[in-house]
């Protein structure tokens, strides 16, 4: 019996010792210490970025995010990129395009031999084409006669595209005999074609397979036999719509896809790790051999919304560049920490003073300019971004952006210098007496807002206004501003302005287009920007552009403000990088940071 | 009881859906989901409105939208039908998949926190209960109250700063200074004075004894470079786990109990052999083996107390587990330590360990201990900023109620008739002061998953309370559902469990059907 209970306990004991080495880690115990990729020579840069990553796919409407946009600045090349004193910049080593004629418009772009996916299938004729469909709206058949009327609507809107400016007014595109360029052709002269077309993420024989199409050359012919959308006239194209409906969606993910086709690359660096809401790590792409070289092996993006903890996390030797909100709070504790660059600089978005000018107290362009002539533009600045960043300064220019070259030029001459320092007695003169009541709304939540509208309230009694505020919480704000006019005389608010590109302008200052929320129209200005948006020559949309910032100033618009200040921190082991202004930020010339150690 | 249960449920349900309805209107009514858009000045904009107004309904009233997200929800009901459907966020990814990974995030920060702060919690409160109005008492008192009043984003980012920067600026070179060295021995005296007893003199020994232990103790650390390759060894092993014989021994069966302080003895000398048997075993350790080491140690002191007999094995058998167990605990620390250096250098740490943000270092490779190492410096911080705040709490709800059983009349009793102290208070006492501290736990168990929102945001944890904060700001209403019906439910549920479970523990407490 005694002897039966011991071997039954040896028993035991040897089936659990199996069952432990069973559930042992293969491999062994060697020591895995310096495990990683940190061996080779390039170094490793950690870089904090404040959203996660949401979709492969940047060029959809809900994919186009800051995050997803720079991540696709890693993962694949183009035919020009935009430097950071806003200029576009052609990138020959991965193709080429010319304007083949001028009237009417006609662009050939190649890609170049050898430019592959990372997969090995080179970018060509497919990936031109699936390019131009999904970003040109050219199948779109949908219509709603009546916006008011619920189920009057007919036809599909295919692509969900983030934008389709410009390629709109191209027709069927030819394919080049080369099997790897494409001509477009404009039925109007288009103004930004330069940045219209470019090759898009998501690679045309991936979507194909995933479409179930064969592969590229059945997209091709998919794309090249479906007929053009007319929205009185909808119809059924399946292929299309299989096409479009994964184009839309099937590259979302905020973790690594299984399919290692969803995140294939044409850049210098490929996807190589995701974990969701954390972290994703890029590695060179091996074959990428159609643009500089970078020097850093291996980048890692961790996501940290808030901006203190981005501060302690590079000061901890966590992150090496961080992108925090800009705050003077942040600025302190970053300039507290040793060995940390701070780059500061404007932003592409700026706030602004707008008159409403059809009817009301603004009605009259002296009592316009009079209120103009009140706002203390420097006390805002010291109120509001100076503390950011001592070398920043009012925005004189309703059109250029801060610093730039054309800005420089303008300034000069669009008559914003009459605006430069508070005039309460020339206001005065204006105003002959009058005590007009003025009512300004704004986004009472925003405190940059609120410091603006205090001080130009303030200024602008002084001249003999009767300012009243109707400065509204953040859920009303937005839908008020169509209300100019009825809720309000002047609005401050702001815009993000795209940086390159002149189309942007009569959206905003056209006569009845819907962010003109002012009703300004000047017939001058009107012409100007209708041949602006047909001119293909930067000196003259210079020129034009010029001219209606002028008009702007001379009609009395109302006033730009401020762009706000962007800050980054960068660990000094990181050499190479530099401001950037607009959404691309530090990212934009990675190609030429390299690690110091 | 069952009708009890059911009626419960139901009136939850009811609770539920109006809550639900009230949070959805509010929470619609109270932004403007559009509000980027209508700030864009791309030349696609009414565009881009009009594909969110679609994927949102946003042209449908809040109050109607109400009932299309109730009827998705309701597919969640269906057991593994699939046809769970929480709606999208504005970004267009699904709410089901953000809760899941959120939810993740969140255990993972707040349950260490949360069983430290139960288990220390308790503990302070019985020990100043018993030592009613004592300086001890008084400090403990003091120091809960004031970590209670802390605000946590302030204690996070000093913790950060001291506790991660400047620990890790310390190991770099690790020297400690002789002002430093006097400081801690100062701040050791301090403790030692509150916890001991006796008249002046000899609470001031126990003072000098803690000066000098703590110094000789830094000291002796620095000079062996203790902090860049830390760890236990056998001897220092071998003490720790005499010690512990005799501890547990004396809570849980009285050092009279000689089988039981034997048994667990006994335990301590297995435990040395297994510490050399275990280690090449454990160089190839896995979550798993780990677990099953730990159930195997727990038996194996179990048994050693089973057959040591006596007159109540019970006692052996339980002081013989726990010491096991807590032996078993600290050869596994050990085991952590010695893989310290090598995490130490790894490429990826660069010699900062403690790390300020996520909970985990990206792309770190590396075996179990490895691993375990790096979860265990992320964790840290954020655990010690959730654990002091709410060690308040437990600290004195337990002292409260271990007070009021100590003045009960069966108290006295179980002393008059010549009951040992130890057998009064762990056995009498402490099992009953525990029972209203169930209803707390269980509330706090439910509320863990609801997130905490500032710990979250300053560690750079993507939980459920970031999720929640950051959807109400761009006022994306399906993620806020998402967070409200999680946490909803698990409120309700557990504030129901808590009612069950105080009538099973307390026998004058009965639910009435």
């Given amino acids: 019996m005694r002897f039966g209970r011991t071997s039954k306990a040896v028993g035991v004991a040897a089936v659990a010792a199996l069952a432990l080495s069973a559930c042992a880690e293969s491999g062994g115990g060697e020591d895995p210490g310096t495990g990683g990729g940190g061996e080779a020579s390039g170094g490793t840069v950690t870089v904090a970025e404040v959203n996660p990553f949401s979709s492969f796919n940047s060029d959809t409407a809900v994919g186009n995010v800051d995050i997803n946009n720079k991540v696709a600045l890693l993962t694949t090349n183009d035919f020009n990129y935009i430097n950071s004193d806003l200029e576009v910049v052609p990138r020959e080593e991965f193709g080429t395009y010319e304007v083949v004629s001028e009237d009417p418009l006609t662009v050939t772009y190649t890609v170049n031999e050898g430019v592959t996916w990372s997969d090995g299938e080179p970018v060509d004729a497919d990936d031109l084409l699936l390019s131009w469909a999904s970003t040109s709206a050219y199948f779109d058949d949908e219509s709603d006669p009546d916006p008011e009327v619920e189920g009057d609507e007919t036809g599909t809107t295919y692509f969900s595209a983030a934008s389709t400016a410009g390629l709109d007014l191209t027709e069927m595109p030819e394919l080049g005999e080369d099997g790897r360029s494409i001509t477009l052709v404009y039925s109007e002269p288009y103004a930004d074609w330069e940045i219209a077309f470019g090759v898009t993420d998501t690679p045309a024989h991936v979507v194909a397979t995933n479409a179930g199409l064969a592969d590229g050359d059945a ?70 051999n159609w643009g500089p070289i970078p020097a850093i092996d291996e980048i890692t993006i961790r996501y940290i919304g808030d ?259 962007g800050i980054n921190g960068v660990s000094d082991r990181i050499e190479g990088t530099e401001y950037m202004s607009n959404q691309d930020g530090i990212w934009w010339n990675y190609w030429e940071w390299t690690v110091a150690e | 009881m069952l009708t009890y249960i059911v009626r419960r449920l139901i009136v939850a349900v009811l609770i539920l859906l109006g809550a639900s309805f009230l949070v959805y209107v509010l929470t619609a009514v109270s932004g403007d989901p559009l509000a980027d858009l209508r700030e864009s000045n791309a030349p696609n904009r009414d565009q881009l409105i009009a594909f969110r107004t679609d994927l949102l309904n946003l ?14 929800a309701a597919g969640c009901l269906v057991p593994f039908a699939a046809t769970c459907d929480l709606g999208n966020a504005i970004n267009g990814a699904e709410v089901t998949q953000l809760l899941e990974r959120a939810m993740g995030q969140t255990i993972l920060l707040v349950t260490a926190a949360t069983i430290l702060a139960i288990l220390i919690g308790i503990t302070l409160g019985i020990i100043t209960a018993l030592r009613q109005y004592s300086g001890l008492d008084y400090g403990v008192t003091f120091m809960a109250f004031l970590f209670f009043s802390l605000p946590i984003f302030w204690v996070a980012v000093l913790l950060k700063e001291y506790g991660a920067i400047s620990f890790n600026d310390f190991l770099r070179e690790p020297d400690i200074s002789l002002f430093a060295l006097i400081v801690c021995g100062l701040l050791t005296a301090f403790l030692f004075y509150l916890v001991s007893v006796g008249n002046l003199k000899k609470r001031l020994l126990t003072a000098a004894v803690g000066f000098a232990f703590a110094v000789a103790l830094l000291w002796t650390l620095d000079a062996l470079g203790w902090f860049l390759t830390p760890g236990f060894g056998p001897v220092v092993i071998a003490i720790i786990g005499v010690g512990l014989a005799y501890g547990v021994t004396l809570l849980s069966a009285g050092l009279k109990n000689r089988k039981a302080l034997y048994s667990s003895l006994i335990v301590v000398g297995i435990g040395m052999v297994a510490y050399f048997a275990v280690q090449p075993l454990l160089d190839r350790a896995t979550g798993l083996m780990i677990f099953l080491l730990a159930v195997a140690t727990v038996l194996v002191g179990v048994a050693v107390g089973h057959f040591m007999g006596g007159y109540d094995r ?146 750079a944890f993507s939980g459920m309370g970031q999720l929640f904060v950051g959807a109400l700001r761009v006022v994306d209403l399906n993620p806020v559902m998402g967070v409200f019906l999680i946490t909803g439910i698990l409120a309700l549920v557990f504030n129901l469990v808590a009612d069950l479970v105080y009538s099973v523990l307390d026998p004058r407490v009965r639910v009435k059907a």
């Avoid at chain 1, 959308?229 to 909808?234: F, I, K, L």
Wanted: with cysteine; net charge negative.
């Fill in chain 1, 219 to 288: 997209l091709i012919e998919a794309i090249q036999n479906a007929p053009e959308g007319d929205p009185e006239n909808p119809q059924e194209r399946p292929e299309i719509s299989a096409i479009a409906d994964f184009w839309n969606t099937g590259f979302d993910s905020t973790s690594l896809p299984s399919d290692p086709a969803l995140y294939l690359s044409n850049g210098p660096y490929v996807v190589s790790e995701m974990v969701p809401d954390q972290s994703m790590t890029l590695v060179r792409n091996e074959d990428y």
């Fill in chain 2, 59 to 72: 042209d449908v009233p809040p109050v109607l939208r109400y009932f299309a997200w109730l009827g998705g």
């Fill in chain 2, 314 to 459: 019970r006692q052996n058998m339980t002081a013989a587990g726990l010491t096991a167990f807590l032996m078993g605990f600290f050869i596994l620390l050990d085991r952590f330590m010695q893989a310290w250096p090598a995490y130490f250098d790894n490429s990826r740490i660069r010699g900062r360990p403690i790390a300020t943000i996520g909970s985990s270092t990206p792309n770190l490779q590396g075996d179990f201990w490895i691993l375990g190492l790096d979860t265990f410096t992320h964790l840290l911080l954020p655990t010690i900023a959730l654990m002091l705040i709410s060690l308040a709490g437990y600290s004195r709800y337990s002292r409260a109620s271990m007070l009021e059983i100590m003045n009960q009349d069966y108290i006295r009793t179980a002393r008059a008739k010549g009951l040992g102290e130890r057998t009064v208070v762990m056995r009498h006492a402490f099992r009953n002061a525990l029972i209203p501290l169930a209803t707390l736990v269980a509330f706090d168990i439910g509320g863990l998953i609801g997130g905490a929102i500032i710990t979250e945001q300053v560690f």
């Fill in chain 1, 307 to 565: 901006a203190n903890a981005q501060v302690q996390a590079l000061q901890n030797g966590e992150v090496d560049i961080i992108q925090p909100q800009a705050s003077a709070d942040t600025l302190t504790s970053l300039e507290a920490i040793d060995g940390v660059e701070i780059l500061q600089g404007p932003e592409l978005s700026f706030d602004h003073l707008d008159l409403y000018q059809e009817g009301g107290v603004f009605a009259d362009e002296n009592v316009r300019k009079a209120f103009m002539k009140t706002v203390p533009l420097e006390q805002i600045v010291d109120a509001t971004i100076r503390p950011l960043d001592p070398e920043s300064g009012p925005r004189m220019s309703q059109i250029f952006d801060f610093g730039t070259e054309p800005y420089l030029a303008a300034v000069e001459e669009n008559g914003s210098s009459e605006y430069a320092e508070v005039d309460i007695e020339g206001a005065k003169e204006l105003l002959d007496g009058a005590t007009p009541e003025v009512r300004i709304m704004y986004n009472a939540e925003n405190p940059n807002r609120v410091d603006a509208y205090t001080l130009i309230a303030e200024s602008a009694e002084q001249a003999g206004f009767r300012v009243v505020d109707v400065g509204l919480p953040g859920a009303e704000w937005g839908p008020a501003l169509e209300e100019g006019g009825a809720r309000w005389d002047a609005t401050i608010f702001g815009w993000i302005s795209p940086g390159v590109g002149v189309t942007g302008v009569p959206q905003l200052y056209g006569c009845g287009s819907a962010s003109n929320y002012v009703q300004w129209c000047d017939e001058e200005a009107q012409e100007a920007m209708d041949e602006l948006i047909l001119t293909t020559d930067p000196a003259e949309q210079q020129e034009l552009q010029t001219l209606v910032d002028t008009r702007l100033y001379e009609t009395g618009f109302g006033l730009p403000l401020f762009q706000s200040v």
